[in-house]
């Protein structure tokens, strides 16, 4: 099955700069990849994701690039906030029969300090 | 609109008593999926279901029964609680096919003691 390792595990950065969140997948079948945040007490929510005929998305301050040859893909936070702060997870999708199986990766805890 | 609702938030077992946590979405979402959450582990796949009457484990099934009546019930079912049980309980839900995100209910916190 799907094997998504994600890195790193925390990461704490100044308020104004820049987050890289990387992972990496598997099975070359996966063809989406979503990202999700997750603040404390509650559960994931998806922020972006991006598709396997697509190299780059980006939403405000929040891009996602696939290397499909390299089989990894990356979350990038710019002008990072306070309210960034929360754990990340990324995930890819193994399609089965109608619904999209995701394998999750372990999460990169981010904090944004001031 | 609701999206998805999880029931209890929070219970403590004793080791062999079994239980149900409640999963609902009134989405019309034909996926629904339950994952546990463990430090460092991130969240592994408990057991889907694709539609009403057809459930499939996922990677960590063994000790839990799931079954699906209707388009907007899940229930997980632990049927004799370990300590190893001990975890946050995250039911999730989609449309069908390729390509699209979860909706995630708000979680259940379980202890067995």
């Known amino acids: 099955g799907e094997n998504v390792e994600q890195h790193p595990s925390t990461l704490s950065v100044q308020e104004g700069d820049s987050a890289v969140i990387k992972c990496t997948y598997s099975?070359?079948?996966?063809?989406?990849f979503p990202w999700y945040k997750q603040e404390l007490g509650k559960g994931p929510q998806l922020i972006i994701d991006?598709?396997?005929?697509?190299g780059e998305k980006k939403d405000q301050r929040i891009a996602v690039t696939l290397n499909k040859t390299a089989k990894h893909f990356s979350l990038h936070i710019t002008e990072t906030q306070p309210e960034d702060s929360a754990v990340y997870f990324c995930?890819?999708?193994?399609?089965?029969?109608?619904?999209?199986?995701?394998?999750f990766g372990t999460g990169t805890q981010l904090k944004v300090e001031l | 609109n609701a999206g998805v609702t999880q029931t209890p938030k929070f219970q403590v077992l004793k080791t062999g008593q079994s239980m149900t946590l409640q999963c609902a979405q009134d989405?019309?979402?034909?996926?629904m999926s339950w994952y546990r959450q463990d430090p460092g582990m991130g969240l592994r796949l408990i057991h889907y279901s694709v539609g009403a009457g057809i459930t499939d484990q996922g990677e960590v099934p063994n000790g839990y029964n799931v079954s699906r009546s209707t388009t907007e019930d899940f229930p997980l079912r632990l049927l004799s609680a370990a300590p190893s049980q001990t975890s946050v309980y995250f039911c999730?839900?989609?449309?069908?096919?390729?390509?699209?995100?979860?909706?995630f209910g708000s979680g259940t916190r379980l202890t067995v003691v």
């Open positions: 999730a839900s989609s449309y069908t096919g390729r390509n699209y995100g979860y909706t």
């Open positions: 991006i598709r396997s005929n697509v």
């Open positions: 989405m019309n979402h034909e996926y």
């Open positions: 995930a890819a999708s193994s399609f089965t029969g109608g619904g999209n199986k995701l394998t």
């Open positions: 099975d070359s079948a996966s063809n989406y």
